[in-house]
Nanobody, 126 residues
Framework: QVQLVESGGGLVQTGGALRLSCEVS????????IGWFRQAPGKEREGVSS????????VYRDDVAGRFTISRDDAKDTIYLQMNSLKPEDTAIYYC???????????????????WGQGTQVTVSS
C-alpha cells in the first residue's frame, strides 16, 4: 500500500528555517523518485525539489536553489526538505509525491507523479 505522510510544517519568521519530512511506504527510496511540491493560495501547484533514488539525481527550482536541500534516510523510509533563509513567498502547502521512474527534465512536473501526501502548511511571516 502506497502512503506518503508529510510533517514539519509551521509558522516561521523571514530568514528562519524548517525541515519537512515525508515518510514513504510502498516505494523504494533507493530506486524511485520522490518530489516536493508546493501550492500557494490562488496559484498552481509547483515543483520545488526532487530526488531520483536510482542514481541520486537531485533537482531544485531556481528560486530555492542554495536555500533548500533534499535528502533521504533509507533506514527511516523518509525524505527530508531542509528549508533555510525562508521568505514570505515560500508560504504554501507543501506536498511530497512519488513516482517509479522520472526522467530528469520532468522531475519537477506534477504530471510525472501518481501518489501524493496530504500536505503540510508552511507560513513565513514578514
Amino acid at each position: 500500500q502506497v502512503q506518503l505522510v508529510e510533517s514539519g510544517g509551521g509558522l516561521v519568521q523571514t530568514g528562519g528555517a524548517l525541515r519537512l519530512s515525508c515518510e514513504v511506504s510502498g516505494f523504494f527510496l533507493d530506486y524511485d523518485t520522490i518530489g516536493w511540491f508546493r501550492q500557494a493560495p490562488g496559484k498552481e501547484r509547483e515543483g520545488v525539489s526532487s530526488l531520483r533514488g536510482s542514481d541520486g539525481k537531485v533537482v531544485y527550482r531556481d528560486d530555492v536553489a542554495g536555500r533548500f536541500t533534499i535528502s533521504r534516510d533509507d533506514a527511516k523510509d523518509t525524505i527530508y526538505l531542509q528549508m533555510n533563509s525562508l521568505k514570505p513567498e515560500d508560504t504554501a502547502i507543501y506536498y511530497c509525491a512519488a513516482a517509479r521512474v522520472v526522467v530528469g527534465s520532468r522531475m519537477l512536473l506534477t504530471s510525472s507523479y501518481s501518489y501524493w501526501g496530504q500536505g503540510t502548511q508552511v507560513t513565513v511571516s514578514s
